[in-house]
């Protein structure tokens, strides 16, 4: 079992940049594809990146591609996401997953709570 907790999510003007953070609890971390989601109000929750267990291989929402990069420190269960040249439409609660390669919830058993990000134009 698996416990995520998210931190880094704030505000920033667009072309900005933040880091977010997922630690995790547990022995498996290492075990476990990490994923990142996102969803805006009033709007379907959205695949952002995703990143292997071991850290090998990473691939991305086309939207994200570029200016997203996905990666872990298995060694202090963490998963990191940094995000550049923020815009306004990438505004949304990040959450952090934990599970199976994937590019879609269905694939992630375990799920943080979220971080907001509020980007301002």
């Known amino acids: 079992q698996a416990q995520l907790v998210e931190s880094g999510g704030g505000s920033v003007q667009a072309g900005g940049s933040l880091r977010l953070s997922c630690a995790a609890s547990g022995r498996t971390f290492s075990s476990y594809a990490m994923g990142w989601f996102r969803q805006a109000p009033g709007k379907a929750r959205e695949f952002v990146g995703a990143i292997s267990a071991n850290g090998d291989r990473t691939f991305y929402a086309d939207s994200m591609k570029g200016r997203f990069t996905v990666s872990r420190d298995n060694r202090k269960n963490t998963v990191y996401l940094q995000m550049n040249s923020l815009r306004p439409e990438d505004t949304a609660v990040y959450y952090c997953?934990?599970?199976?390669?994937?590019?879609?919830?269905?694939?992630?058993?375990?799920w943080g709570q979220g971080t907001q990000v509020t980007v301002s134009s």
């Open positions: 997953a934990a599970g199976s390669t994937g590019s879609t919830s269905a694939t992630y058993r375990y």
